[in-house]
């Protein structure tokens, strides 16, 4: 067994310069696997690239909800319609802009290399009601794409919780982690019912939130995360994989059980969802 890291961001331009440091400290914490999650076309074949060269990660394909519709947001800001304001967007991503059949066609030609898909869902912070119908549209074609292959998909929400669980139980999508999970408890709660995974990430012991959602939501239903580089234990400094130990302490003192009993059933609930030990 061993701790694992089911969403980080690797190849983000803050984790690439010393990677070679980031993974001897999750080794020498005890990290055994690290999946990296990729965000559009390009950033999917930099994770499968370093999943190939690093025995630690293994790569999930993802089309972030942001950028499923960001061409279309892109474009009805330069006709002075709807969509945030140019400067808003530029805040938002790099220059590369890829249309949701792109984003859609990356993940479906990679899929039998792909060990998740994720992250993919939908976000109501950023992206204006209008463009959500076209949203939901690229986040159900996802979704089913990994239910085809049988793989496990990671979720990221802001403010459209509620929706993405009313989606992925028409579609009835049962093997989903919910990464970073920033809806109310009590829906917290509706999701772990119908047995999907949430993530909790290292920032967990300053977060009443998820401070919470360990204490009261079924441990089996329950992951580590860091989404490296951000959401650190201490504000400010990067994240890395190797931090997901030290929410594994937490855990241990709130549940009252010793490290091995907290390994062995995060490692259950990694192994049910994913298919393989972490």
């Not at 967007?89 to 949701?100: C, I, P």
């Not at 400010?236 to 062995?264: F, H, I, K, M, Q």
């Amino acid at each position: 067994m061993g701790w694992f890291d089911i969403h980080a961001h690797l190849t983000h331009a803050r984790m690439r310069d010393d990677l070679d440091q980031v993974f001897a400290r999750a080794r020498d914490a005890g990290v055994s696997r690290i999946i990296s999650n990729g965000l559009y076309p390009a950033d999917n074949e930099a994770v499968l690239a370093l999943a190939e060269r690093e025995p630690l990660v293994r790569p999930a394909l993802g089309f972030y909800p942001v950028d499923a519709v960001l061409a279309d947001m892109q474009a009805a800001s330069e006709a002075q319609s709807v969509a945030p304001s140019a400067a808003e967007l530029g805040k938002l991503r790099r220059a590369e802009v890829s249309t949701a059949e792109e984003g859609i066609a990356s993940v479906e030609a990679n899929l039998d290399r792909a060990f998740a898909v994720g992250e993919i869902g939908l976000d109501g912070h950023w992206v204006p009601e209008a463009f959500w119908p076209e949203q939901e549209r690229v986040f159900r074609r996802l979704v089913t794409l990994a239910m085809e292959a049988d793989k496990a998909v990671i979720i990221h929400t802001r403010k459209r919780e509620a929706r993405a669980l009313e989606i992925l139980l028409d579609l009835g999508a049962t093997r989903v982690a919910w990464h970073c999970f920033g809806g109310k408890v009590k829906l917290a709660r509706r999701v772990a019912e119908a047995g999907h995974y949430l993530s909790i990430p290292a920032n967990a012991r300053r977060s009443q939130s998820f401070t919470r959602m360990l204490e009261t939501l079924p441990r089996e239903q329950l992951l580590l995360e860091t989404d490296c580089p951000y959401l650190g234990p201490v504000p400010g400094e990067r994240n890395e994989p190797a931090n997901v130990s030290g929410t594994a302490v937490y855990a241990a003192e709130l549940w009252g059980l010793d490290l091995v009993a907290v390994e062995s059933q995060l490692a259950s609930n990694f192994e049910r969802l994913f298919g393989e030990p972490p």
